[in-house]
């Protein structure tokens, strides 16, 4: 996607820097976004005097929190990341950041390199929000490789802040994705998530290592992210890691973390998917053992398990099985705007999860208006619905509720017809 160069610029020095707030996510931050506002339209806002008022006192703000990432007090630091986290959450933000991309960089260098805990962890998401708003191309990649250093000498350093090496775990990941420009690096990034996730595997006698909940989250995190750019691989790396990887992937469904369990299910039906693809006639040695062992967690009774996490890991092994026995998958859709979206593949479940955990409820509004995520769904341009249409295409509380009851009472004759035609046809 090509971007225009911009010139690297710094805003001015602002005191009392005060957290981005939801109010603030309101506030238009570019005129050519305005459509994608659900809150007010331009008349209702007073006209365009009051829009650019509103555009002016929000990048006033942001220039603060920028100048903020430098402060000596870390309580000031972290507010300034976690301002400039949601900002970028929360709208697109290209021509602004594009101008300061290379401020914002060293402050996540400094912040990364000298912060503690949750503001190193901070720093890593902040830099991922970075590429997603600069999307992939030159402006990202040089984002990508002042910090790549910096985010593999945290995820290996075992002295490191464990909550810093769970962040970047996550956050490498992502950041390859986007900004990456050689397969070659993507595969040695995939190495270095390797080296932390083998070592949950399950012994040879069946026993599991023992380690912390914070450790097991760290390699839960980085097998997410190894899974996430199984998706960007080439055939030949691919076969590599379905010769080395997907015999012993099963070792982690011993796990006695459940969310190590459900990353590893999810990634065996993720590499299930991409072998199927490259040859539908893909067979794997030691399917039936797989498929066992994959039933028994889909209706796991084991009661020293709590039953929230039985509940959640049933529900994700009964998907995870159907995809192993029969490469089916459970499609979801996924409405934004005027626009839907279908989920219908592992490859792109692992993505649209990777990017909704650093955007969160941003999400709907990025899948609208953020080129790049629109193009890695293949959803085309940014559809610019103006403000009175959607106005018009909204419809009142009561309306949809009528609506749904109407529904609702349709699914139900159908139900009771169905019943109905059921009949005892006796033995033969």
Not at 204 to 227: F, K, V
Not at 276 to 301: G, H, P, Q, V, Y
Request: proline share 2%; glycine share 6%.
């Amino acid at each position: 996607m090509p971007r225009t160069k911009k010139r690297n610029t710094r805003g001015g020095q602002h005191g009392n820097v005060q957290p981005f707030s939801d109010e603030d996510a309101s506030i238009e931050t570019l005129s050519h976004c305005s459509s994608f506002s659900d809150a007010t339209s331009v008349a209702d806002d007073g006209g365009e005097a009051s829009e650019d008022a509103a555009q002016e006192d929000f990048q006033y703000k942001l220039k603060g929190f920028i100048d903020s990432t430098v402060d000596k007090s870390a309580k000031t630091r972290q507010g300034a990341l976690d301002g400039l986290k949601a900002a970028m959450a929360t709208r697109i933000l290209y021509e602004f950041i594009s101008e300061r991309r290379m401020t914002i960089t060293d402050s996540i260098e400094r912040c990364l390199k000298k912060g503690k805990g949750e503001e190193q962890r901070a720093a890593a998401s902040l830099a991922c929000l970075l590429c997603i708003q600069l999307g992939s191309g030159i402006e990202s990649e040089e984002v990508f490789k002042t910090l790549k250093p910096i985010f593999k000498n945290i995820l290996a350093d075992g002295s490191a802040n464990i909550q810093a090496r769970q962040a970047v775990a996550t956050s490498l990941g992502l950041c390859t994705l986007v900004a990456e420009d050689d397969i070659l690096d993507v595969h040695a990034t995939m190495e270095c998530f390797e080296n932390l996730f083998t070592r949950s595997y399950a012994k040879a006698d069946g026993t599991c290592p023992s380690m912390s909940p914070q450790t097991s989250q760290l390699h839960t995190n980085a097998l997410l992210s190894w899974a996430l750019l199984l998706t960007i691989c080439t055939a030949n790396q691919l076969k590599d890691v379905l010769h080395k990887h997907l015999p012993k992937l099963p070792r982690l469904l011993e796990s006695e973390d459940v969310n190590m369990r459900i990353a590893a299910g999810e990634t065996i039906a993720l590499l299930f998917e991409l072998a199927r693809d490259m040859d539908s006639d893909f067979e794997f040695d030691d399917w039936d053992a797989l498929c066992d062992k994959l039933n028994a967690l889909a209706t796991d009774c084991n009661k020293h398990r709590a039953k929230t996490d039985k509940r959640k890991q049933r529900s994700v092994f009964r998907d995870v099985l159907k995809a192993v026995e029969e490469g089916d998958f459970q499609s979801e859709a996924i409405r934004f705007g005027t626009e839907r979206m279908t989920i219908d593949t592992w490859v792109r479940k692992r993505t649209y999860d990777a990017f909704r955990e650093f955007v969160g409820s941003g999400m709907n509004y990025h899948l609208q208006a953020n080129e790049f995520i629109r193009d890695v769904f293949e959803l085309g341009p940014p559809m610019l619905v103006d403000a009175a249409t959607m106005k018009t295409m909204k419809i009142s509380r009561f309306e949809r509720h009528l609506h749904n009851s109407a529904a609702f009472k349709a699914r139900t004759k159908a139900r009771s017809k169905f019943r109905d035609k059921r009949v005892d046809v006796g033995e033969f």
